[in-house]
């Protein structure tokens, strides 16, 4: 028999499948990093689609805050233009009442009452006067009582004074302004 050495064939197709585990193992290598890149790229891009659609809703937030600032404003000033106005239909319904107050503190008063001051703040009365008698007052407070641009009476002070021969009484007198429909609504007698 022919004495063969096989062992530079086995030597060389040891090499060969090493140089193929190699270049398959640097293929697979090469194809992973590809893979992972792709994916890297794939993610960034996602990352970036969703910043941007971040960045949009951001803007459109930003927009609508600014809008609903301008509403807050607009119903700021909504607000005291119906105050304003509430004022001035206050006013213009309580311009006759001055002059009903005026006419009834006349209409009201007895004879021997004699006011020296009248002071209003809102709807209260403050009178100071001189009657010639603690019963005048009185009849002055019943006066007031039934009056219908007038009501509660309170009397604060009443002081009795001797001068020139006779008796005065000084008083101090607190009433409410009403209109006739508050008396109304109170259920008092309108007079």
Do not use: C
């Not at 499948?17 to 992973?32: D, E, H, P, R, W």
């Amino acid at each position: 028999m022919a004495h063969i050495n096989l062992l530079p064939w086995r030597e060389e197709l040891r090499k060969q499948k090493q140089q193929q585990f190699i270049v398959v193992s640097a293929g697979t290598a090469i194809l992973g990093a590809l893979l992972v890149l792709l994916a890297h790229m794939q993610m960034g891009g996602l990352i970036d689609h969703q910043n941007q659609r971040n960045q949009f809703l951001n803007n459109e937030i930003a927009a609508l805050d600014q809008k609903i600032a301008k509403i807050k404003d607009l119903e700021k000033t909504k607000t005291a233009l119906l105050a304003r106005m509430d004022i001035i239909q206050q006013l213009q319904h309580s311009r006759p009442q001055s002059v009903h107050l005026m006419d009834q503190l006349v209409y009201t008063l007895p004879d021997g009452v004699y006011l020296n001051k009248i002071n209003q703040q809102g709807n209260a009365l403050t009178l100071s006067g001189t009657a010639q008698s603690n019963a005048r007052v009185s009849a002055y407070m019943r006066n007031i009582d039934s009056s219908e641009w007038m009501s509660k009476p309170k009397l604060d002070v009443i002081e009795t004074k001797d001068g020139d021969q006779r008796r005065t009484a000084e008083f101090v007198l607190r009433a409410s302004q009403a209109t006739p429909e508050e008396k109304d609504q109170t259920g008092e007698d309108k007079g």
